[in-house]
């Protein structure tokens, strides 16, 4: 998979990809970044990609010709006038993979939110461009002529599409197969597919150690056994796996309720799972 990045920074990643799975994955030849400097496809002296927003207001917008140019740089057509198929097209033909059309990602607090549904899209495609904005943001007319998706990280406003590229490429990247050692990890992690078949042993309790099913995560320890004067659940030492799975999952229904009760809505429970959610709810009504 390859991630082209389009940016007025490209100092803001050094580093940035240097550590870690990230790393690996770049020096296994899984995946590979490049990053695009807008202000090699500008014509004056200044190397302007910026100007003043029609209609006034406060700030700048990046001007629409070197953007379109470093797309267009990269074989990316005004929509209408290319070739390949976009990530829609592919959805409907029913492939995972494509070697057609790059998908082109304006990243902008104003797009569909990031979540790991959609990085499991993401993670499908060969090749995704990423557009950073800056100052008030990106001429309308690059999203509307070039980009397939328009994504925002969160329900926050950041300086620049940067820090959001970064996430986006390292939380696609580890979904891509072969890149994490054990590939099923991906799935079985917080906000790991809902609607996956986690099979379950006679007690209803799921047979991964890891399933998530659109739940948060379980909380992990390690050595020592005793820190601080605090011992870890003592379950986790007693080696019955059984007990272990069904304590995980208690720990995954808590943390869910409590932190983020609205994923339980989307999420895959069992007839045990519902029992549990329910004693935990009436718990915390008693306190
Ligand atoms: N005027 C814009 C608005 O109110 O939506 C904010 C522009 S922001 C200062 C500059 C750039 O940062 C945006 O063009 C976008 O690329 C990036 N950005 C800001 N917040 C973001 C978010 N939550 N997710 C993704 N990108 C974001």
């Not at 140019?69 to 209408?80: H, R, T």
């Not at 059309?101 to 569909?112: D, H, M, T």
Request: aromatic share 6%; glycine share 12%.
């Amino acid at each position: 998979m390859r991630f082209e990045i389009v940016t007025i920074f490209p100092g803001f990643f050094a580093g940035i990809f240097e550590h870690g799975i990230v790393r690996r994955a770049q020096t296994e030849g899984l995946v590979s970044v490049a990053l695009h400097d807008l202000r090699n496809y500008t014509h004056d002296r200044h190397r302007t990609v910026d100007d003043r927003p029609f209609g006034g207001g406060e700030g700048m917008v990046l001007k629409p010709e070197p953007l379109a140019e470093a797309l267009e740089s990269l074989g990316i057509l005004p929509k209408g006038r290319d070739q390949g198929p976009g990530i829609g097209d592919q959805q409907k033909q029913g492939n995972d993979r494509t070697k057609g059309r790059p998908l082109v990602i304006l990243l902008s607090a104003q797009g569909k939110r990031f979540t790991q549904a959609v990085a499991r899209e993401l993670a499908k495609v060969d090749r995704v461009v990423l557009i950073c904005g800056r100052y008030e943001g990106v001429d309308e007319r690059i999203n509307e002529l070039y980009c397939d998706m328009e994504v925002s990280i969160g329900d926050y406003v950041l300086s620049g599409g940067e820090l959001a590229a970064a996430v986006v490429v390292d939380t696609v990247m580890r979904l891509v197969p072969g890149v994490l050692g054990n590939e099923a990890s991906g799935e079985f992690e917080s906000f790991g597919v809902a609607d996956a078949e986690i099979g379950t042993d006679e007690d209803g309790v799921p047979r991964s150690q890891h399933g998530a099913g659109g739940l948060l995560d379980y909380p992990h320890y390690t050595r020592p056994a005793e820190f601080a004067g605090w011992a870890v659940p003592q379950v986790l030492l007693n080696g019955d796996h059984q007990q272990i799975r069904r304590w995980r999952r208690e720990q995954q229904l808590r943390k869910t309720l409590r932190n983020r009760p609205d994923l339980l809505e989307g999420a895959v429970l069992s007839d045990e799972d519902r029992r549990l959610l329910e004693a935990i709810r009436r718990e915390g009504a008693q306190q």
